[in-house]
């Protein structure tokens, strides 16, 4: 097992165009979670799913958000009509015990001109 | 929102010598993490510890947690170049949250 994957690594759109990640969890994980982090700034959630169930909904997560998990194995998450403040970092973490350590992925750099 | 506060904000030191981070946490917790982050990279787990410990050592690292103060401190003993980072606390709420909450971290920067 080689850890957490992201895809892609690097992602850069035009100001509202949708843009769709995905993760690959550690794969007897059956906890996953979305966090994303701005320039100078710790990561921040956004979501959680144990197996395919939504459990946790940050209030950053606009309606312009959504992340699936269908099958409880990849999530992906997907931005509408991007806007400029959406460019971030978008890291992708799983865990196999419920508020125990997470792995995280090596994270997609999205840049939204 | 951000939990914790890490302090200092930046440290710089010489290989060799001895590197401690301060974190301060404002509500009660079910564990307390530490990451280390590489420029533009993703985050490694260094270390956890629960509401219930109060000292725990990895290799060079040595953790402790002080739930009155709601404080945690790191110290990476005999720093390296390659110990160069950013270094984060995390905390988990616990009671149904599990989600991961993060300071603003140290930069550290140890010169060769």
């Known amino acids: 097992d080689t850890g957490v994957s992201q895809d892609p690594r690097h992602k850069i759109t035009k100001r509202g165009q949708n843009v769709t990640f995905r993760c690959d969890p550690i794969?007897?994980?059956?906890?996953l979670y979305w966090y994303r982090q701005t320039l100078g700034q710790g990561p921040e959630f956004l979501t959680y799913?144990?197996?395919?169930?939504?459990?946790?909904k940050s209030r950053l997560l606009s309606d312009r958000f959504s992340a699936e998990r269908p099958k409880g194995s990849f999530s992906t998450l997907e931005i509408q009509r991007t806007e400029q403040g959406d460019s971030a970092m978008y890291l992708c973490?799983?865990?196999?015990?419920?508020?125990?350590?997470?792995?995280f992925g090596p994270g997609t750099r999205l840049t939204v001109l | 929102s951000q939990q914790g506060e890490e302090d200092p904000q930046a440290l710089s030191i010489q290989e060799g010598e001895n590197a401690t981070m301060n974190c301060s946490y404002k509500?009660?917790?079910?564990?307390l993490q530490w990451y280390r982050q590489n420029s533009g990279r993703g985050l490694v787990h260094l270390i956890l510890?629960?509401?219930?410990?109060r000292e725990k050592h990895s290799g060079r690292l040595r953790v402790t947690l002080d739930t009155s103060k709601k404080s945690s401190s790191l110290l990476i003993t005999a720093s390296r170049a390659a110990d160069t980072a950013s270094y984060f606390c995390?905390?988990?709420?616990?009671?149904?949250?599990?989600?991961?909450?993060f300071g603003k971290g140290t930069k550290l920067s140890v010169i060769p």
């Open positions: 973490a799983s865990s196999s015990v419920q508020g125990g350590t997470q792995y």
């Open positions: 794969s007897e994980h059956n906890r």
């Open positions: 799913f144990q197996n395919e169930a939504q459990l946790e």
């Open positions: 509500t009660s917790i079910n564990n």
């Open positions: 510890i629960r509401s219930n410990e």
């Open positions: 995390a905390t988990v709420a616990g009671a149904g949250s599990y989600q991961l909450t």
